[in-house]
T-cell receptor, first 119, second 107 residues
């Protein structure tokens, strides 16, 4: 058990819908990262938050957004869902987020993931 | 963006055998991690190793940042080592994962 929790574990929805995935980082970790794992794209970094602020952005679609709340939990919002959004979505956390303008800087620990199926 | 290549893509081992997995990256990186994704999908952090050598039980890893590669050694493999091994690198503010090495350990 990494100490990172994600809910829900599974989510089945229809095209065009909107869903919210939730992540609670390990106690003491300030950084939260979101990743998407699909069969055709592999593991892709979406976005990182550090202590409530966006720190780094990867291949995140405009239909997707995220935020980190004062209690450090994070939510990933996926809207106007398409069949191709079906994937495993992972959240990870780490103690630090690097210096200004620099993400990472410490080991990341992953949650169990949320499997999203869009029908 | 940076290219992260892992080899071999697939590996089948007899229980007890040793193996070396390689991760090559095309540009300088700020950090590097190795992960194991078990058959249930869970991603487990193995090593945070931007440079140097670390060991944890039967696993060890070495990163030679100047030559842009990292190696993961698995000794005395067990069936529970089966799964996919990923290296992930950070360059600038972006994280990139390799395509993974799928390891199957047979009893």
């Amino acid at each position: 058990d990494s100490g990172v929790t994600q809910t829900p574990k599974h989510l089945i929805t229809a095209t065009g819908q909107r869903v919210t995935l939730r992540c609670s980082p390990r106690s003491g970790d300030l950084s939260v990262y979101w990743y998407q794992q699909s069969l055709d794209q592999g593991l892709q970094f979406l976005i990182q938050y550090y202590n409530g602020e966006e720190r780094a952005k990867g291949n995140i679609l405009e239909r997707f957004s995220a935020q980190q709340f004062p209690d450090l939990h994070s939510e990933l919002n996926l809207s106007s869902l398409e069949l191709g959004d079906s994937a495993l979505y992972f959240c990870a956390s780490s103690v630090v987020g690097g210096g200004p303008g620099l993400a990472g800087g410490s080991a990341q620990f992953f949650g169990p993931g949320t499997r999203l199926t869009v029908l | 963006g940076i290219q992260v290549e892992q080899s071999p893509p697939d590996l089948i081992l007899q229980e007890g055998a040793n193996s070396t997995l390689r991760c090559n990256f095309s540009d300088s990186v700020n950090n590097l991690q190795w992960f194991h994704q078990n058959p249930w999908g869970q991603l487990i952090n193995l090593f945070y190793i931007p440079s140097g050598t670390k060991q944890n039980g039967r696993l060890s890893a070495t990163t030679v940042a100047t030559e842009r590669y990292s190696l993961l050694y698995i000794s005395s493999s067990q069936t529970t080592d089966s799964g996919v091994y990923f290296c992930a690198v950070l360059t600038g503010n972006q994280f990139y994962f390799g395509t993974g090495t799928s390891l199957t350990v047979i009893p």
